[in-house]
Nanobody, 127 residues
Framework: QVQLAESGGGSVQAGGSLRLSCAAS????????MGWFRQAPGKEREGVAF????????SYDDSVKGRFTISQDNANLTVSLQMNGLKSEDTAVYYC????????????????????WGQGTQVTVSA
């Protein structure tokens, strides 16, 4: 059974940084699309950053390009999201998710449906 556990959320002032981590367990196949999503109050959940574990190729939503960086540690089955230059509009619950698809579908705008989700971690950015 695949399990995902996020950590690293918290509160920060605008312009600050946070690093989220997602510890994955229960699988060995390296061809996973790992994604970070977020959901703000009253809004739909949206994809923020994806990484394809087989190639390391990344994909970002336009709203976070140049500020957020997704990375992976395949040895430890960990995916991280470094968030710099945080803005109040980044406030949301952030979720880690995984799905096994072909690499060309591991794009934020592909609409691919993820199968496994973590419990979420709150990120609050104050102005």
């Amino acid at each position: 059974q695949v399990q995902l556990a996020e950590s690293g959320g918290g509160s920060v002032q605008a312009g600050g940084s946070l690093r989220l981590s997602c510890a994955a367990s229960g699988y060995k196949n390296s061809r996973a699309c790992m994604g970070w999503f977020r959901q703000a109050p009253g809004k739909e959940r949206e994809g923020v950053a994806f990484i394809y574990s087989g190639s390391g190729r990344t994909s970002y939503d336009d709203s976070v390009k140049g500020r957020f960086t997704i990375s992976q540690d395949n040895a430890n089955l960990t995916v991280s999201l470094q968030m710099n230059g945080l803005k109040s509009e980044d406030t949301a619950v952030y979720y880690c998710a995984a799905v096994w698809v072909l690499g060309n579908l591991c794009e934020v705008r592909s609409g691919v449906a993820f199968d496994y989700w973590g419990q979420g971690t709150q990120v609050t950015v104050s102005a």
